[in-house]
């Protein structure tokens, strides 16, 4: 079992995180709202850190995942962030939806420091992680990938090495792209249908038949 620190405990997080618990990994969590990972604790017997780079310290694996790229520097480059004390032989996860522009510039900041970076966005909604059925898309180095795989079977479904570092956040966006189109055409249909002077949730009742 590994000493893993969980940084963001949101919607996705919580859940993630407390699967890592239940597969008997030693977890430290840190969150912005203290609350929160103090619930956490105490419903997974984990432990609590006051700062990122508190909870990132004697880690073997870091795994955060919050809201944008800047929350993301934040945690991470910023003051008090994970980068700082994470040890040299390290993994960093970061399973949050940002740009792949920020996923190679921790990539090359955790180079120059020594560890590997992983970004690894994830599908599935917050009832595929509260179930630990998510799909995850990685990017980074193969053998940082291989020391990962254990870590994130604990909540994932489907995981695949895409390629280098960014490659997982260009895979969600295809991801995002297909969801688009999809609303898109349901947006279309239903407009058309109320056009037409149809009802238009009859229609949409029928045609989910077929």
Request: glycine share 12%; net charge negative.
């Amino acid at each position: 079992m590994a000493r893993v620190a969980f940084i963001g405990l949101g919607a996705m997080g919580y859940p993630m995180a407390g699967h890592l618990a239940n597969k008997g990994h030693d977890v430290t969590v840190f969150n912005r709202t203290l609350a929160t990972a103090q619930r956490w604790a105490q419903e997974y017997s984990g432990r609590v850190a006051q700062t990122p780079a508190q909870a990132a310290q004697d880690a073997e694996f870091v795994l955060c995942c919050v809201g944008n790229d800047d929350d993301l520097r934040a945690v991470t480059v910023g003051e008090q962030g994970a980068f700082s004390t994470i040890a040299a032989d390290s993994v960093f996860i970061d399973h949050t939806t940002a740009s792949a522009q920020v996923a190679r510039e921790l990539g090359a900041a955790a180079q120059e420091r020594g560890f590997a970076f992983l970004d690894a966005p994830v599908s599935g909604g917050q009832l595929g992680a509260q179930n630990g059925v998510l799909t995850i898309m990685v990017g980074g180095d193969a053998g940082a990938y291989q020391r990962a795989e254990p870590i994130l079977e604990c909540y994932a479904r489907m995981q695949r090495l895409m390629g280098d570092v960014g490659c997982g956040q260009l895979t969600k966006m295809v991801n995002q792209i297909c969801i688009g189109g999809l609303l898109q055409g349901l947006s279309e249909a239903l407009h058309f249908a109320q056009s037409a002077g149809l009802d238009a949730e009859a229609a949409m009742e029928v045609i989910s038949k077929g």
